[in-house]
Structure formats: structure tokens, C-alpha cells
């Protein structure tokens, strides 16, 4: 199977030329692919940063969705087309087992999910609904979402989220897209299946990236938990690391004891101040 891989820095050609192998995906075997990979890639990559519109959406049940309802929390974006055999429905099903961990690991309300079909032709409500059933996804912050062509090209321009009609359905980039609470793209994650880390960890940085002026002590107590927590993969769970806690405690101890020797000292230094016969 193909790894998974994120990437949220710079550009880097050696680093894009191996993930093309990776995640450009041709419609049907032995035959050449309408997109080209490394400018696909090097689309893909341009976005982060970009801040995304208030586009308009039908969701599964037929339901309008506008994209700045969701807007306050980071929103997890994945494109997909509903005839595809393979591909697409590989990349629903592991994006539905790591949005499960990051439920349990950031908490129910912590982030969106929207998937968006982008075989306009086909893909509508019932096509969506029917796709998130097939892989038993009740999740009520998942959105699976379809609209008119100009609508969706134009969220996937602004996603870097790159893809060509071609005999028989798409080429496309197998790519899962992050964006912060202001809809600004923050990372993409490549990749058909990919372990919960790639999605967590970049949504647990959004957490820890809030202002922590003017919040309360539950939510300062949230992110010490976020702070603390390790990816299990035998369990396929995070968990808390209480040798994290330890070693804050241990190194504020030892920051507070250096802090109270250069006080004595400074103290003793000064005139009329030193030890007392």
C-alpha cells in the first residue's frame, strides 16, 4: 500500500519528485496521465497560506452549506468523485479511521470535515450520501458536499487540489487539505491511506497556535492535554504521556532551584547584606 505524507513548509523539488510517484493517480491502468505530476504538486504546495472563499454547497441530506459557517475551527477537506472504483473510496475510508482518532484524541467539535465531489455531471446529494453510508459514516461535522462547476473549481484552485477529466473518469492528486479557523490553508497531506499523526498533529498545532489571552482554566487544562499526548500505534490511539508532565515538572524545579541560587548570590553581594557573624 501507499504511505501516506504531509507536507506544510517550503517547496522542495527532491522532496516533491519522490511523493509524485506517490500520489498522482491515473482513472484506469496503462495509460498515460493528463496531469502532469511535479507542477500538480508544486500547485499543491503554493497554496498553503492562501486564505479560501465562502463558497456554497448542497450537503448529503440537501442541505445549502456556506464554507464561513465553518469557519471558527480548522476544517479538514478532502475531493473525491463517486464513480471512481478504487482510489477515492480508499481515501474516504482512511480518512474516516483518522478523523475517528482525532475525535477521540481533540475532542468531538474540535474541527470539520467537508468532502466534495467533484464530478459535477454526477456527484450530488444522493450520490454523496450514498458514498458516506457505503463506508458507515455518521459523523454530523462531516459534510459531504457537492455544487456547480464553477463553485467546486474554484475551491479547488484555491486548495491547490489539481484534477482532469480523462476516458473513463480523473486523474487527480489523492490529497487531504488542512485549513485553519480563518479558512486559510495550513498543510496538505498526501496519499490514498496515511496514519492518524499526519492529520493530528497538524490539527493539535492549530489548538496549541490559539491566543491564550483572556481563556479560561479549562481550556488552558485542554491544551496541557493536547501538549501531552503521544500517537500509540499499536493501539492506533493517542494517549496521554504522563512522562511529558515529568519532565515539565522536573525541569521547572530545576529552572526555580538555579533561580533561587542567583538570588542568595546576588543578595550576599550586596553591601549590608552578606552572613551575619
Known amino acids: 500500500m501507499m504511505a501516506g505524507m504531509s507536507v506544510g513548509g517550503r517547496f522542495r523539488p527532491a522532496l516533491l519528485a519522490a511523493a509524485s510517484a506517490l500520489v498522482l493517480l491515473s482513472a484506469s491502468n496503462g495509460r498515460a496521465a493528463a496531469l502532469d505530476e511535479e507542477q500538480a504538486l508544486g500547485i499543491s504546495q503554493a497554496a498553503i497560506g492562501r486564505e479560501t472563499g465562502n463558497h456554497r454547497f448542497t450537503d448529503q441530506h440537501g442541505q445549502p452549506l456556506e464554507l464561513a459557517a465553518l469557519r471558527g475551527r480548522p476544517v479538514v477537506v478532502s475531493y473525491i468523485y463517486t464513480s471512481c472504483a478504487f482510489i477515492c473510496p480508499t481515501l474516504t475510508s482512511s480518512l474516516a479511521q483518522v478523523v ?7 475532542g468531538e ?14 456527484d450530488g446529494p444522493e450520490q454523496m450520501r450514498r458514498h458516506a453510508a457505503e463506508r458507515g459514516i455518521r459523523d454530523p461535522r462531516w459534510y459531504f458536499v457537492s455544487g456547480d462547476e464553477a463553485s467546486v473549481a474554484a475551491f479547488a484552485g484555491e486548495i491547490g487540489f489539481s484534477y482532469a477529466p480523462v476516458a473513463g ?3 487527480h492528486l489523492t490529497q487531504v487539505t488542512i485549513l485553519d479557523s480563518a479558512g486559510r490553508v495550513y498543510q496538505q497531506v498526501y496519499g ?10 497538524p490539527l493539535k498545532r ?3 497556535g490559539m491566543p ?14 493536547l501538549l501531552c499526548t503521544s500517537y500509540d500505534p499499536k493501539s492506533g490511539r493517542y494517549r496521554f504521556d504522563y512522562s511529558l508532565i515529568l519532565e515539565i515538572a522536573i525541569g521547572l524545579s530545576c529552572a526555580l532551584l538555579v533561580l533561587v541560587f542567583v538570588l542568595r548570590s546576588w543578595r550576599q553581594e550586596q553591601p549590608g547584606t552578606g552572613p551575619r557573624p
Open 192 to 201: 490514498p491511506e496515511f496514519q492518524p499523526p499526519m492529520l493530528v498533529d
Open 169 to 171: 473518469g480523473f486523474d
Open 206 to 208: 492549530l489548538a496549541l
Open 109 to 122: 467539535e474540535a474541527f470539520s470535515v467537508v468532502t466534495v465531489g467533484f464530478d459535477t455531471r454526477v
Open 212 to 225: 491564550v489571552t483572556e481563556r479560561p482554566l479549562a481550556d488552558f487544562l485542554s491544551r496541557v492535554r
Open 100 to 106: 475517528r482518532v482525532a475525535r477521540q484524541t481533540l
